[in-house]
């Protein structure tokens, strides 16, 4: 690729990038948003940290070598949705997620 077409697409990209950020704010500044957009506005944080997650847990060459190992990260995550319900904490959370990782690889062996 040659310094033209290089620009080229920093160019197109950066443009595309400003405007799909930048045109909104202008658009509905000052503007109140009805409640149906704010709810699901606040749900965007969560949405993303649940996609985090997901890609973490769900490992098909990890099930498909060792089915019991591959398992290990759902049967973690069940004390961590009973703390995050309980407390709303994501410290606790992780905390937690850590630990029952921690002991099922210790009570498999695996550690």
Known sequence: MGTTDFLILYVCTLGSMLACRCIPLFLL???ELSPTVSEALGLIPAAAFAALVANDLFSPEAIASDPVRGMLPFVAALPVVVVARKSGSL???ALVGMLAYACLLFA???L
Request: proline residues 0%.
């Open 29 to 31: 500044k000052g503007r």
């Open 108 to 110: 498999t062996g695996s």
């Open 91 to 93: 410290i606790w959370s």
